[in-house]
C-alpha cells in the first residue's frame, strides 16, 4: 500500500494506561454535557466540564456544527472458503459501489489479505466484489477497497436493517446506534460518529444562542478512522451552505471567532475557502490535508476530542491553534488522565486572534 508521506506531528505524547474511554458517558453517570473540557489559550489551561462551554465563548462568536448523521456501518461478511470477516463501509459511492474496509476477524486491526476479483458474502444475499484498491494511486495490500455490489441498495436503508455501528477493541461492548449520534445529526452518511459534537445537549445549545453566540451548520461524512494506522484522511463528501458561509463571513468581519466543532468542520470549511480567507458556498469531495504546509484560514477556535499519538488530526490542530498550544494541552491530558476516543473528553483551542 502507498500514500502520501505526511510529516509527523510536532505534539509527541505516550497514551497512558487506561484513558480510553470504554463506554458512553451516560454508562459513566454522566450526562452528555458533563465530561472534561479543557479549555486552551496562549495564557492558561484550564480543566471545565463541557456544561460550561458557553461561558468561555463570547458574544459575537459563531460555532459551526456538522449535521451528518452515523450509519450503522459494520457489516458481518463471509469469504468464499466460509471464513468470517467483519466489513466496514467507508462511504457508498453509488447505489451499486461502496468503498470498504475488511476487518481482522478477531478485531486486532485491517484485514490486508484482500485482492481483486475476491467476492464477499453480506447480509441479504448481497455480494461485493472487491474491484480496485481505494484511492486508486493505492496497490495492493490495501487497507481500503472499492467494491461493485451484486444488486443496487439504499445505503442508508441496507445498513439500518443488517449493520450495527462501528466500534473498535479498546469499547467495553457494542451500544446502540443512538450513542453514536450526535443533537446535530440530519443527514445519514458518516461510518463513524463527528464526535466532537457528542457532548452538546439542547440547552448547552439554547445557552449558546442566548449568549449571543451563533450556531451554523455543514456537512462532512465522515470515512472510517482505523486508529491502528496514521495515514493521511481520505476523501470525505461535504457541503457548506451559502447561509453557513455568509455567517462565516460576517462573524469574521465583525471580529468574533469561528469556532469549528471538530476536524470534520475545520475541513469542510478550509476547502470552502478561497485564499484570503473568504469562504463561499461548495461542495463535493475534499482531500485538503491541513498542516504545516496549509495552515488553517478561516478557523479561529476548535472543539474537538482526544486524538491518538501520530495522528494526522494533530496535525490539523497544529495548523488552526500551532503546535505550542497542542503540545501544552496534551501534555495537560495525559497528566490529568483525560478521556480519549469518541466517548471521552473534550478540548476547546481559543488560539490568539489573526
Known amino acids: 500500500m502507498t500514500a502520501p508521506a505526511l510529516p509527523l ?14 463506554e458512553p458517558p451516560e454508562h459513566r453517570g454522566l450526562l452528555r454535557d458533563g465530561v472534561r473540557l479543557l479549555a486552551v489559550a496562549p495564557d492558561r489551561a484550564r480543566t471545565h466540564h463541557f456544561r460550561d462551554l ?12 456538522n449535521t451528518s448523521a452515523t450509519l ?51 447480509p441479504d444475499g448481497l455480494v461485493a466484489e472487491l474491484v ?41 461492548g457494542r451500544f446502540p446506534l443512538a450513542y453514536s449520534q450526535t443533537i446535530f445529526a440530519m ?39 482505523s486508529p491502528e494506522l496514521h495515514e493521511p484522511p481520505q476523501a470525505e463528501r461535504f457541503e457548506v451552505p451559502t447561509a453557513t458561509a455568509r455567517l462565516v463571513n460576517s462573524t469574521r468581519v465583525a471580529g468574533g471567532r469561528v469556532v469549528a466543532v471538530g476536524t470534520t468542520v475545520v475541513r469542510a470549511l478550509e476547502s470552502a475557502s478561497r485564499p484570503d480567507g473568504v469562504v463561499q458556498a461548495a461542495g463535493g ?31 490539523l490542530l497544529e495548523a488552526v491553534a500551532g503546535a505550542a498550544l497542542v503540545e501544552k494541552a496534551y501534555a495537560v491530558a495525559v497528566a490529568e488522565r483525560y478521556l480519549w476516543h469518541e466517548f471521552g473528553d473534550a478540548m476547546l483551542f481559543l488560539p490568539d486572534r489573526r
Open 187 to 225: 443527514e445519514p452518511g458518516s461510518a463513524e460518529m463527528p464526535s466532537a459534537g457528542r457532548p452538546f445537549t439542547a440547552d448547552l445549545v439554547v445557552r449558546l444562542v442566548t449568549r449571543g453566540v451563533a450556531v451554523a451548520p455543514l456537512v462532512l461524512h465522515c470515512g472510517v478512522s
Open 132 to 172: 480496485a484498491p481505494h484511492p486508486a494511486r493505492h496497490r495492493a495490500p490495501s487497507r481500503l477497497w472499492r467494491v461493485a455490489l451484486s444488486r443496487p441498495v439504499d445505503a442508508a436503508e441496507y445498513l439500518a436493517r443488517h449493520g450495527s455501528p462501528i466500534g473498535y477493541g479498546y469499547l467495553a
Open 285 to 315: 469531495w475534499t482531500d485538503l490535508v491541513l498542516g504545516p504546509q496549509r495552515a488553517a484560514r478561516v478557523v479561529s477556535g476548535l472543539v474537538t476530542g482526544l486524538h491518538a499519538p501520530e495522528a494526522s488530526h494533530l496535525l
Open 72 to 122: 450503522a456501518a459494520a457489516l458481518e461478511g463471509t469469504r468464499a472458503d466460509g471464513r468470517a470477516v467483519p466489513v466496514h463501509v467507508a462511504t457508498p459511492l453509488a447505489a451499486d459501489a461502496w468503498v470498504v474496509e475488511l476487518r481482522a476477524a478477531d478485531g486486532s486491526g485491517p484485514d490486508l489479505t484482500g485482492v481483486a476479483g475476491e467476492r464477499v458474502l453480506l
Open 9 to 22: 506531528p510536532a505534539t509527541r505524547f505516550v497514551l497512558p494506561p487506561g484513558v480510553e474511554a470504554a
Open 54 to 65: 458557553p461561558d468561555l465563548l463570547e458574544p459575537g462568536d459563531l460555532v459551526v456544527v
